[in-house]
């Protein structure tokens, strides 16, 4: 069963909108979202985070939202640009578990159109 | 500086022989994590290594897979008698703390089993 589920696998983006990536989870007991971003032949790297206990934190021009009451959050990046094409993964930490692990979503391929 | 590294990038067997994967995390780095990318899926987890502790197998999805981490930094990922289920790329990761959400992954190396 997947903990943190990303149900579109692909968005596709004018440069200058905004891109909106979401992210569902089932696990009350997550403490941090995190979001990554991956090129082709790179390993993720760490975008942005969220406590449980925020509803939004925002970084230049990515903002993430979270709704813990409908276990929703999302990824707006604004203004979308051509080089922020990537594969974006959404990712959660488990409270006081004992791995140190994330659990993360299948990943949206985000492709910004000039 | 250096992040982390892993070696083989390709790597290209035969059902039923054994490989090694091996990664090198960033200097200073306690916590050390595998996980693998199936085609079309999230990042699974394997394994986690934390310091000195016993690492945390519950990721490894079979008794084929085995891995160790010498003198706390350079860990190998062993996969005996390959199938072609374990064709993916494997991630390797280091954080500075383990539990730490935001953790540095290496560009993988993709394995395929024929």
């Known amino acids: 069963d997947q903990q943190v589920k990303q149900n579109s696998p692909s968005l596709s983006v004018q440069e200058g909108r905004i891109s909106i990536l979401n992210c569902d989870y089932t696990?009350?007991?997550?403490?941090?979202f995190l979001w990554y971003k991956k090129y082709p032949a790179e390993g993720p790297t760490f975008l942005i985070s969220?406590?449980?206990?925020?509803d939004k934190n925002e970084d230049g021009r990515f903002t993430v939202f979270l709704n813990k009451s409908a276990k929703h959050l999302s990824l707006h990046i604004v203004p979308s640009q051509p080089g922020d094409s990537a594969v974006y993964f959404c990712?959660?930490?488990?409270?006081?578990?004992?791995?140190?692990?994330?659990?993360f979503g299948k990943g949206t391929k985000l492709s910004v159109k000039p | 500086g250096a992040g982390v590294s892993q070696s083989p990038s390709n790597k290209v067997t035969e059902k039923g022989k054994d490989v090694e994967l091996r990664c090198d995390p960033i200097?200073?780095?306690?916590?050390l994590y595998w996980y693998r990318q199936s085609l079309g899926q999230g990042l699974e987890f394997l394994i986690y290594f934390q310091g000195n502790s016993a690492p945390d197998k519950s990721g490894l999805p079979s008794d084929r897979f085995s891995a160790e981490r010498t003198g706390g930094s350079v860990s190998t990922l062993t996969i005996q008698r390959t199938q072609q289920e374990d064709s993916a790329v494997y991630l390797c990761?280091?954080?500075?703390?383990?539990?730490?959400?935001?953790?540095?992954f290496g560009p993988g190396t993709r394995l395929t089993v024929t």
């Open positions: 969220i406590s449980s206990i925020k």
């Open positions: 696990n009350s007991m997550f403490d941090y």
């Open positions: 990761a280091s954080s500075l703390m383990g539990g730490s959400y935001e953790q540095y």
């Open positions: 200097s200073g780095h306690t916590a």
């Open positions: 990712a959660a930490r488990l409270y006081g578990g004992s791995q140190g692990n994330l659990i």
